[in-house]
């Protein structure tokens, strides 16, 4: 398997513009999240999903936030309208049971 | 109080020294994690431990429930060991909570 796939793994936008981040799990895996992390605050958890159901998404900062997993092999999340406060690394991980895999992240830059 | 402590913050060391970096939390836990990343940013899995001890290579990581701490040792540190080791508890579901992370620079 080739991991937890993310794309981009670079976006640099203009606030105000919608920025979509993708994630493929590893096959077989049914729990996903995403995570953001910055210098000031470390990793935080989003948002989560289990069986494509989202669990917890008490870590979406605002309403401009939305995440969708519409099947096992496939999630978005959303950030619209983007703001710079938005820039950080963006990182989808997958498990089954509770071994976390993680993508390489996506690089979010808003100017 | 954040939730998951680490110590150090920061940590530089000679090759070949023993290192520790140790994780404290506040929570109930279903797993501990340790996490590593590399400059460029990609995040590795390095244990998941739920108690007593695991060896992969030169690191060791422990861990006591009762005392909700656990420890992550690297022996005969080397350069390429450099990096930030991040300290994680997971919920049930595989969430996780994480520490700010220690960076390690390991000298040659």
């Known amino acids: 398997d080739a991991g937890v796939i993310q794309s981009p793994r670079h976006e640099v936008t203009e606030m105000g513009q919608e920025v979509t981040l993708r994630c493929k799990p590893i096959s077989g895996h049914n729990s996903l999240f995403w995570y953001r992390q910055t210098m000031m605050r470390g990793l935080e958890l989003l948002i989560y999903f289990n069986n494509n159901v989202p669990i917890d998404d008490s870590g979406m900062p605002e309403d401009r936030f939305s995440a969708k997993m519409p099947n096992a092999s496939f999630s978005t999340l959303k950030i619209q309208p983007s703001e710079p406060r938005d820039s950080a690394v963006y990182f989808c991980?997958?498990?089954?049971?509770?071994?976390?895999?993680f993508g390489q992240g996506t690089r979010l830059t808003v100017v | 109080k954040n939730e998951v402590e680490q110590s150090p913050q920061n940590l530089t060391a000679q090759e070949g020294e023993f290192i520790t970096i140790n994780c404290s939390y506040s929570v109930g836990i279903s797993a501990l994690h340790w996490l590593q990343q590399h400059p460029g940013g990609g995040i590795v899995s390095l244990f998941m431990l739920s108690s007593g001890k695991k060896k992969h290579g030169r690191l060791i990581a422990t861990i006591n429930i009762q005392e909700k701490h656990s420890s992550l040792h690297i022996t005969a540190s080397h350069p390429r060991d450099s990096a930030v080791y991040i300290c994680a508890v997971g919920g049930s579901q595989g969430n996780l909570i994480f520490g700010k992370g220690t960076k390690l620079s390991v000298k040659p």
């Open positions: 991980a997958s498990s089954y049971h509770t071994e976390a895999f």
